[in-house]
Nanobody, 115 residues
Framework: QVQLVESGGDLVQPGGSLRLSCAAS????????MSWYRQAPGKQRVLVAT????????TYADSVKGRFTISRDNAKNTLYLQMNSLKSEDTDVYYC????????WGQGTQVTVSS
C-alpha cells in the first residue's frame, strides 16, 4: 500500500540545478519525518537530507549542505529536494522515504551531472 514515486531527475551540467519530487501515499504523510537518500551502483545508500513533519527542522549531509534544500507540502503528500550548484559527485539515483520506518522503496530518479 505504501507507494513512493520519485521524479525530476535529469542530465544536467555542473553548476546547474534540479528539483526532485516525491509523491507519497499509503501512510499518513503529515505525521512522518521524511528523508532523501542517494545511491550509486556498487555503493551504499546514504542519507542526504531529512525534514520534520511541519518542515521546521531540517538536516543535511555535509556533502550537500548549502547547496540542497529539502521541503514538503503536507497538503499534497509531496516531498521536494531543490538541488543547486550541482557537482559530478552528485550523480546518483535519488530516493525518498520515511525517516523512521522505510518499509518499501520506490524506483528512485536518476540524477546525472556531466558536461
Amino acid at each position: 500500500q505504501v507507494q513512493l514515486v520519485e521524479s525530476g531527475g535529469d542530465l544536467v551540467q555542473p553548476g546547474g540545478s534540479l528539483r526532485l519530487s516525491c509523491a507519497a501515499s499509503g501512510f499518513t504523510f503529515s505525521m512522518n519525518d521524511m528523508s532523501w537518500y542517494r545511491q550509486a551502483p556498487g555503493k551504499q545508500r546514504v542519507l542526504v537530507a531529512t525534514i520534520a513533519v511541519l518542515g521546521g527542522t531540517t538536516t543535511y549531509a555535509d556533502s550537500v549542505k548549502g547547496r540542497f534544500t529539502i521541503s514538503r507540502d503536507n497538503a499534497k503528500n509531496t516531498l521536494y529536494l531543490q538541488m543547486n550548484s550541482l557537482k559530478s559527485e552528485d550523480t546518483d539515483v535519488y530516493y525518498c522515504n520515511r525517516k523512521n520506518w522505510a518499509t518499501v522503496w520506490g524506483q528512485g530518479t536518476q540524477v546525472t551531472v556531466s558536461s
